[in-house]
């Protein structure tokens, strides 16, 4: 629902009421009751009936014209209704029997009395069930009183002046409420005299903020001005209120609906105008009506005269309601103190206070609060601490108990502007504060980054975090944490200086310190396990495992002999890898790829045998002979006399380093790890092979049939595994 919108921002124009010799008065029109109930109204859509107001939905003809236009009649008779009509209850309020009527109709109702109204309602029912007899001061034909009197069955006594308290008799129990718009001065008077009239009495002051403020403003410009214009509605309480208002200190009021109903005439010899309005005046009249104004004392049509001065419009706003120098000189009679003593049950507020209230009612755009003040409070949907998509009826409602900070005593309609955003932020920093001392880690979404580090978002409130306090590990990016929700602790805490620090890294290595004592007590010498090389070193290579990194030394990377680390590993590379041995005190873990591998001796003890011809590399050159590598990390010797079957002097004249040679193994002591090769002999059993082969060829055998693939002659070590493998 979107309040109506009557551009006040003429406002401006004006200096918060003043142009030349035209004042306006600072509290006038629309108030916030009736500006709602407009707006309820004028949002209604038709379901498959008509719509109606229950009366005028306030007590202006012209918005009530303009209603008639969209199609919304004041309701001429309850018996008229069909069901599937809609039903627009006013700001004034109805009796419960109205509404238990409608409800009988089965039509649709759309409530539209001010929250203020509704409250008095509601008060009236409470003290009416538990036995008091409620008094209403204020006019027994308004609708908004006889509308409250239907909340106490009509047994409520009504009291418009001093004389109506004669002739009452005394009661146990009563409850004094009154017409929103009963002037202030009056009610005290009539309370004054209702002091005695029970035993147990409980004034409740329902005067309503908004139409006192628009009085007291009236009053003051009419003390300042040679004539008025008081623009309302003729049918207007309030109004009607704000011309007498006007009269006392300046005869020359004039009571109007619009401008163009005011004879300039009577403007003549006038030097300071004020314009004034009711609650129930939209502001478009106002505007309408300074406008005219102002465009006379241009033209200088009625011989206003153009003063130069600017009359300052009172804007000063009470700091404290309750000590409000009326107050002070009531106090001067006996009559007085005793209001004095009343009021005094009263808050008294301060900016800053924060203090328990309780929800009256709740729109989409604010939340009125019961303060237990003279005027009620509000807290607007930007002081609610919600986002954009959630409406202030998602989170509370009617009778909620809530803490609120004071932010203005007067919001300039009268009512206390509050803010839950602030008592959360309070609490809150509080919260932080707390955590602080106890060490107790926070959430907090990182919104941004900066100079230096990153901001994060802790229950509202700013907090920094330096770049070198992001994590364990330097971060170039730090952009990759915008977005997240993080654990931290709290390491600087100055609310006075705005300045709270907080360290992401703190927790990730308290998180760090129990994973790896956990991590450190699981494993043992002999476990495998997966891990990724995280950097490379001369002397080896460090592996991650998750929460520690352990050394595989350049010795356990491989059987065979490394020069580098890198000649087996890179960096990233996911490895598995043997626990050599853990030292939990220093956290230092000792890791072993090779011994992940089979042992090559294992594989020669099982798969190599003396008489097999096999390929090898020759790897290094000796005076006495060659080494040749059968299988990584095997070396065998071919003695110098085993090479050919000549006699050589030299073993690089028939072999260099890299050749590959077939050998026949000759002899292999597993004890001491040495196997004798022969080329020698395995070129003279390919000899003997190739011979016999053509002797099969010039006298061939009867055929056979061949079950099994015949294997090559000379095998390598890895072909040997292999085939056994296969069998
Ligand atoms: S004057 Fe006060 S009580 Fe009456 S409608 Fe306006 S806000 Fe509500």
Redesign the pocket.
Known sequence: MKPVNYERDFRAGIGGGIFLNIIVAEHSGF????KK?VSIASETKAGHGRIFTYGPIIHNNIVVKELEQKGINVLPNIDELNEGDTVIIR?HGVSKKIIDMLNEKKVNIVDAT????DHIHKKVEEYFNNGYQIIIIGDKDHPEVQGINGWCDNSAIIISNLECVKDLKTYNKVCIVSQ??VNTAKWREIVSSLIGISKELVILNTI?A??DQRQKSAAEIAQKCDAMIVLGGLNSS?TKKLAEICRQFCPKTFYIERINQLDTNNLKNINTLGITAG?STPDWIIKEAFEKMSEMIETGEEKVQGETEVKENNKSEDKDIGEDKDIENEEKTDQGSIMSEYEKTFKRLSEGDIIKGKVIYVTDDEVTVDIGYKADGIIPKSELNIDEETSPKDILKSGDELDVYILKINDGEGNVLLSKRRVDAVKNMDYIGECFKGKVPVEGEIIQTVKGGVIAKVKGNSVFIPASQLDVKYVKDLSIFVGKTERLLIMTFEPAKNRIVASRRAIVEDELNKKRSAFLESIKPGDILKGRVDRLADFGAFIDLGCIDGLAHISELSWTRVKSPSDVVKVGDIVEVYVLSVDKEKERISLSLKRTLPQPWDIVKEKVHVGDVIEGKVVRIVPFGAFVEIQDGVDGLVHISQICDRRINRVEDVLKVNDIVKVKVMDINLESRKISLSIKEASEEENKGEQDEEAKTQNPEPAQIQTEKPEKDNLTIGEIVQNNANK
């Open positions: 108030c916030f009751g009736v109930a700001s001010c929250p203020y109204v929103t718009t309503c908004a139409a309030n609650a």
